[in-house]
């Protein structure tokens, strides 16, 4: 080829990319009233999805806290509540980030998943899990993050390392906002909290210890400031070994076990059908699923020994696992003075030498052979009894008649609300119990020391009392039992006053601006600023407060603080900027602005947009939509005419 063919050949290959592009680029439309920086594009991307509803999208727009300016880089994921069989994890079904104007736009439903929640994360800002219908079409405050710092101790006060803390702003099975481990002297620290109008709930686990659930960090904030710093105490508390297998005896691998009280705990079984679930809320012998791709299966392991491991066999037709046989044994309880009449809860097991496994009381069908039967269970009111038999042709009949534990009734202090835990040796009971009903009463093993803590927001409990061979009783409202630091009740602390100053930009003061007031001690207040644009509140000391501002023609805006230490008022100085107006008018259908619906008056579209960066989308009849990117000043007023 020669020089000029190469040249020609060149040329036409730069001339055909340039219109590739050129086909590529969006198509400019003369638009007046935009700025010399601004834009109007036809972008036929942004057009509602013909397949989809309008309900499919979500458009929410991140503007920062304090400020009220638009935040860019916000990363915004959709989940789904639950996953689909067998894993029931929640799945992911979208993700984006914010734009220049803080807004973003997402499908809220793919591949036939649905998302329930949303979470937002940035560097630098709080992390926040919510709901879709809180997110959805509306403008959403971010807040810098924020920390708080503690130690997760034992009952005796030392130190629990590589406990994991996870906030949870929504349910307990929902994706972790964030989340922490303890390190070797137990400390922790969050970096990123939400403020207090979330109210999110924290999650305390360690391997070997009973889980802290639903703990919100509105209490912590409480109990900063009773202490001026926060601990959380777990009981030491065995898991539950097990052996999943179907009734042939063979063993069932790659099943996810799940516990169902709180919070909910997984395994996986393994090659052989072990499994491990650590410690659950409250006792070790509580209520399981297993998700097996056949069908969903019900367990009731109520043989729960320390160390041993438990053979578990699901049946579909019964959740007590009844199993396929041609022999019989009745298995029967002859004390009436039981902790519960309904006789269907006291713990019976059958194992054969098998490793075949059955649950009453009640008939239950077994193989032949050698067998031995167990009655009981730690803190079930009756003391472990054991029985070997052999079961013959013609059925076996077995009586039981165990013997109860001793009965310990626990004394409240007056007005409390908590929870109790019961630990002996490396297991403990924990119960959600408060002193208006009256003695609380646990069942506890024979011949074992037996520690007592009760958690309430300050009124931190303790008591190590020696083996009980019979019925016994303790009162915790007993100062003697009293651990913590004493100080004044948080009611009762000395009281501050925050005062509020709100301008505008310029400086002027801002009257009849709504000012919603937040203490972790208290329900939210509501009161206006007065002609010179000050409000004041009162607040305990120490105590986490945050303060929405809201009025027409202005961006809300966040202020938050610690409570004062004393006199004269905290003054906190409140910028609220002027909004923009935009004004549209033309060739338009429809105008929507991060993502609701703009309306109109008699063919005019006006809305008040935040200063800084907005995109607003156009819809023309019969024509392409237009994405408007503007640049609005503080206060502006602005009129854009559509063609």
């Not at 924990?430 to 927001?457: A, N």
């Not at 960066?613 to 503007?630: E, F, H, K, N, T």
């Amino acid at each position: 080829m020669t020089i000029m063919a190469r040249m020609l050949a060149y040329h036409i290959a730069v001339v055909g990319l340039a219109a590739a592009l050129h086909a590529q680029a969006p198509e400019l439309l003369e638009v007046r009233g935009l700025a010399a920086s601004e834009s109007a594009q036809v972008i036929a991307q942004l057009a509602p999805d013909p397949r989809a509803s309008s309900e499919a999208w979500i458009h929410p727009r991140i503007v920062h806290a304090l400020t009220g300016a638009p935040l860019s880089g916000v990363l915004v994921e959709l989940f789904t509540e639950d996953g689909a069989e067998p894993t029931r994890l929640a799945l992911p079904v979208a993700s984006g980030t914010s734009g220049r104007d803080g807004g973003v736009r997402l499908p809220v439903a793919r591949n036939y998943l649905r998302a329930e929640k949303a979470r937002l994360s940035s560097a630098g800002f709080e992390s926040v899990e919510l709901s879709i219908s809180e997110l959805w079409n509306e403008e959403f405050s971010l807040f810098p993050a924020r920390s708080l710092e503690g130690r997760v101790l034992d009952l005796d006060g030392l130190p629990i390392a590589g406990a994991s803390l996870r906030s949870r702003q929504t349910c307990m099975h929902a994706v972790p906002a964030v989340e922490t481990v303890t390190d070797a002297w137990g400390r922790f620290r969050f970096d990123s909290l939400p403020e207090l109008h979330r109210w999110a709930d924290l999650e305390v686990t360690a391997p070997g210890y009973g889980p802290v659930a639903s703990v919100g960090l509105s209490d912590l904030e409480k109990e900063r400031a009773y202490y001026g710093s926060v601990e959380l105490r777990l009981p030491r508390r065995a898991g539950l070994f097990m052996r999943l297998m179907d009734s042939d005896g063979k063993p069932m691998p790659g099943r996810r076990v799940v516990t169902l009280d709180r919070p909910m705990r997984t395994a996986w079984t393994s090659s052989d059908g072990s499994a491990y679930l650590p410690a659950g809320l409250g006792d070790r012998a509580s209520s399981l699923v297993v998700w097996d791709p056949l069908g969903e299966l019900s367990l009731q392991p109520t043989y729960a020994a320390r160390g041993r491991v438990i053979p578990l066999h699901p049946s579909r037709e019964t959740p007590r696992g009844q199993l396929p046989t041609d022999s019989r044994v009745r298995i029967t309880l002859q004390e009436t003075a039981t902790p519960d009449p309904n006789l269907g809860e006291i713990p019976v097991a059958v194992v054969c030498e098998d490793g075949t496994t059955a649950f009453g009381p009640g008939d239950h069908q077994l193989p032949r052979g050698r067998a031995f039967a167990v009655c009981g269970l730690d803190f079930s009111g009756w003391r472990e009894d054991v029985r070997d038999f052999e079961i013959g042709a013609q059925g076996t009949g077995l009586d039981f008649s165990p013997r109860a534990e001793p009965s310990l009734a626990v004394t409240l202090p007056a007005g409390a609300t908590g929870w109790l835990h019961v630990q002996v040796l490396d297991d403990s009971r924990t119960i959600e119990c408060q002193s208006s009903d009256g003695p609380t009463v646990v069942h506890v093993p024979q011949g074992t020391p037996i520690t007592l803590w009760f958690d309430s927001i300050g009124q931190w409990r303790r008591a190590v009392l020696p083996p009980l061979e019979a019925d016994s009783q303790v009162d915790l409202s007993q100062e003697i039992y009293f651990v913590g630091r004493p100080r004044l009740p948080i009611s009762r602390a000395p009281l501050g006053s925050v005062a509020f100053e709100v301008k505008d930009s310029s400086g002027l003061p801002i009257q009849d601006v709504t000012v919603e007031f937040i203490t972790v001690t208290d329900d939210p207040r509501f009161a206006a600023t007065a002609s010179d644009g000050s409000i004041e509140f009162s607040a305990p000391r120490r105590t986490r407060w945050v303060a929405q501002f809201q009025r027409d023609g202005f961006t809300s805006v966040h202020a938050a603080g610690f409570g004062p230490a004393g006199v004269p008022a905290q003054h906190v100085p409140v910028n609220m900027p002027r909004l923009a107006r935009l004004t549209l008018a033309g060739n338009i259908s429809s105008v929507r602005l991060a993502g609701s619906m703009v309306e109109s008056l008699a063919g005019v579209w006006r809305a008040d947009v935040a200063a800084g960066s907005c995109v607003v989308q156009v819809d023309r009849p019969g024509a392409p939509p237009i994405a408007l990117d503007l640049e609005l000043a503080e206060g502006e007023e602005r009129r854009i005419e559509i063609p």
